[in-house]
């Protein structure tokens, strides 16, 4: 079993990584994004907390994110997890870190995708996804076979995420600089920290995230 954490900016393709490890190593993406989104429409004691907390219109805790996660991984089963989108500070690094001792777990590495803020611009402004299948396009790099329809599923539900425009990404990038990136110094003095270049094409990324979790895996 292998336990990682995925850090990078918006658009520097942590979630198609993940998706891939999922299918080709049988881990478990443990997305908070995802996890948020199941509790709430779950009627466990967790969920009813969480939807009432953003039905306040509050952000959900760390407390909270925390113990979502320990319940997925009491009861998901894989080769490992990969947390993607936590942590994204300090204290919450400290807060998983005190989890994985708690359930007898490690964290085997955590693979930083470095970007360059143009290019990841211009990657970003130019995505977008099927509504259906969640397949990944961009106009320039990976347009669609056929102009509006999906080369998976052949849906023709296309979406644009509303904050993928310039302004919204150099305000999500400094947010990430402020309250992130630290986590690349805390997790590099902890001889847990492994770069890949994040605007490489996918299957290089995917080979150079292989070659790390096969030399952890020893």
Do not use: W
Request: glycine share 10%; net charge negative; proline share 3%.
């Amino acid at each position: 079993m292998t336990n990682i954490i995925l850090l990078g900016p918006p658009g520097a393709g942590k979630g198609t990584q993940a998706r891939k490890l999922v299918d080709e190593r049988n881990m478990v993406q443990l997305s908070t994004g995802d996890m948020l989104r199941e509790a709430m429409a779950s009627r466990t004691e967790m969920g009813q907390k969480v939807a009432g907390v953003m039905s306040r219109g509050e952000l959900v805790t760390d407390e909270i994110v925390i113990g979502l996660i320990e319940e997925k991984m009491a009861s998901a089963s894989g080769n490992g997890f990969i947390f993607d989108g936590f942590p994204r500070t300090l204290p919450q690094a400290d807060a998983l870190g005190a989890l994985l001792v708690k359930t007898g777990q490690a964290l085997d590495a955590v693979i930083e995708m470095r970007v360059d803020d143009e290019a990841l611009v211009k990657r970003i402004t130019g995505r977008f996804t099927c509504g259906n299948c969640g397949e990944v396009y961009h106009d320039e790099t990976k347009p669609t076979k056929v102009a509006g329809t999906c080369d998976v599923c052949g849906s023709h539900d296309m979406k644009r995420r509303a904050d993928d425009n310039e302004d919204s990404l150099k305000t999500r990038l400094m947010e990430y600089y402020k309250k992130t990136s630290p986590l690349i110094g805390y997790y590099y003095h902890a001889g847990a920290l492994s770069t890949v270049d994040g605007l490489a094409e996918i299957d290089e990324v995917a080979g150079q995230i292989d070659t790390i979790l096969d030399a952890v895996s020893k």
